[in-house]
């Protein structure tokens, strides 16, 4: 399974002190960072959070990272027709 989510994460330190607490709190999921432009406000101007894994709680992730100050949605997957 594999989550994607938009962040206001714009610094490279800030990414790796998240995906640290990540790592530690959910050791069996993968997370990577993709930091973008942000010549635009959040939510426009964003980074990516992709997170693969077997179980994926993606609101305990999005409440522990909001607690830490992290604005984030999840991307909904849209097929467009």
Same mark, same amino acid.
């Given at each position: 399974? %594999? $989550?994607v989510f938009i962040?206001? %994460?714009k610094s490279e330190i800030l990414s790796i002190e998240i995906l640290q607490f990540l790592e530690k709190e959910?050791?069996?999921i993968e997370f990577i960072f993709?930091? $973008?432009d942000f010549n635009k406000p959040y939510p426009c101007g964003?980074?990516?959070l992709r997170i693969e894994g077997k %179980?994926?709680?993606t609101n305990y992730i999005t409440q522990? =990272?909001?607690s830490k100050g992290i604005e984030c $949605? =999840? =991307?909904e997957d849209k097929i467009c027709l």
């Open positions: 399974m %594999v $989550e962040t206001n %994460v959910y050791p069996q993709d930091l $973008e964003h980074s990516i %179980v994926i709680d522990q =990272l909001r $949605e =999840l =991307l």
